[in-house]
């Protein structure tokens, strides 16, 4: 499996931006399809966005559609999530995600990132 490692994540107002991180190791990231998903305090975890193993493809959540942007870097292990606009109600932890089928589902993730803290200030 491969391992991913999130970074970026921070406290924000609203209105700001910030640029989420996910490194790959242990496998060829170009081999997956990848994803952000994230949990809010007291919900359960949702989908926000993913990018097919190419990066030419890419779908979000009706929530962070216009105002996120996923990419990825094949070459250097990478994909990010661009968040612009951001509000108190994206305050969650963001997980980052890879799995081998598309488009992606909490269902088809083989492996998770740790999180990273995003806090949006009113």
């Known amino acids: 499996q491969v391992q991913l490692a999130e970074s970026g994540g921070g406290l924000v107002q609203a209105g700001g931006s910030l640029r989420l991180s996910c490194a790959a190791a242990?496998?060829?990231?170009?081999?997956?399809?990848m994803g952000w998903f994230r949990q809010a305090p007291g919900k359960e975890r949702e989908f926000v966005a993913s990018i097919n193993w190419s990066g030419g493809s890419a779908y979000y959540a009706d929530s962070v559609k216009g105002r996120f942007t996923i990419s990825r870097d094949n070459a250097k292990n990478t994909q990010y999530l661009q968040m612009n606009s951001l509000k108190p109600e994206d305050t969650a932890v963001y997980y980052c995600?890879?799995?081998?089928?598309?488009?992606?589902?909490?269902?088809?993730?083989?492996?998770w990132g740790q999180g990273t803290q995003v806090t949006v200030s009113s």
């Open positions: 995600a890879a799995g081998l089928i598309w488009p992606m589902t909490d269902r088809t993730v083989n492996s």
């Open positions: 242990g496998r060829t990231l170009s081999r997956y399809v």
